[in-house]
């Protein structure tokens, strides 16, 4: 397990560096998921940092964010065209969707579709963007048998369709050759509903392990929704995982 990590925020930075005088490359990081509650709070984390953020959603009229750094478009993470026409150029691409699809099947999945647009796109590439994308946490017991033993779902139901695709999602990118990184979340996500907006309590701390799941004191496996986010935008500025799945938790 590698030690805890702590944001800094650039201006901080700076200003104990006493070099407030020279500028810093500014990241432009494409967020697909931007409407939804775990990709809203990466488009904040990044503008807050002075990114560039392109959020993307079939409907880009849900993206509400007052930031000058901030262009929202309309595009769909399973279409390669509009995959590669949005992120071209682009330093990195945070992918943060999930769901069903065709026939309840995980390989239909967003999330397992997405990691297979990704590599389409970027395979053979030299410099091409760094990919994160949201995995799932069941995907740390290690095997399809040992997430199915944990799982109170049944193949075929749709709970299991959407954890099974993010372990199609992990098994692309471990296939891939392309700057991948897949950030795994803990078992729970504090301040996240289904049903209501994420409620954040922002730390800008979290440890990481790429071995299993990071527990706290009290053997909890556990992070804030914003913290996740944290990560997410630390991982797109400062890579350490590339060609990696990495869990983070306090």
Same mark, same amino acid.
């Given at each position: 397990?590698? +030690?805890?990590?702590? +944001?800094?925020?650039? @201006?901080?930075?700076? #200003? @104990? $560096? !006493? #070099?407030?005088?020279?500028?810093l490359r500014a990241e432009t990081i494409v967020v697909y998921g931007a409407s939804g509650p775990i990709g809203g709070l990466i488009v904040k984390e990044a503008l807050s940092r002075g990114d560039m953020v392109i959020g993307v959603s079939r409907d880009a009229s849900k993206l509400? =964010?007052?930031?000058?750094? =901030?262009? $929202? @478009?309309? !595009?769909d993470v399973t279409d390669l065209a509009s995959f590669k026409s949005i992120t071209t150029g682009v330093d990195a691409v945070i992918i943060s969707v999930g769901g069903v699809g065709k026939d309840n099947e995980p390989e239909h999945t967003p999330q397992a579709q997405a990691a297979k647009i990704a590599v389409q796109a970027f395979e053979g590439m030299s410099n091409s963007p760094h990919v994160i994308q949201i995995g799932g946490a069941t995907t740390l017991y290690g095997t399809k048998e040992a997430m199915v033993a944990h799982l109170p779902f049944p193949p075929g139901s749709v709970p299991y369709a959407m954890i099974m695709g993010h372990l199609d999602e992990l098994q692309t990118y471990r296939a891939s050759k392309i700057r991948w990184t897949v950030l795994t979340p803990p078992l729970k996500i504090e301040g996240h509903s289904v049903n209501a907006p994420p409620v954040a309590h922002r730390t800008g701390k979290y440890r990481t392990s790429t071995t299993g799941f990071v527990k706290d004191a009290h053997g909890e496996s556990? @992070?804030?929704? $914003?913290? #996740? $986010?944290?990560a997410a935008v630390d991982e797109a500025e400062h890579p350490h995982f590339i060609g990696e799945r990495f869990t983070i938790g306090y």
């Open positions: 397990m590698r +030690h805890a990590i702590r +944001h800094i925020p650039y @201006v901080a930075l700076m #200003l @104990v $560096a !006493g #070099l407030t005088s020279m500028s509400k =964010f007052e930031n000058k750094n =901030f262009k $929202a @478009v309309s !595009g556990r @992070v804030d929704i $914003a913290d #996740l $986010a944290v």
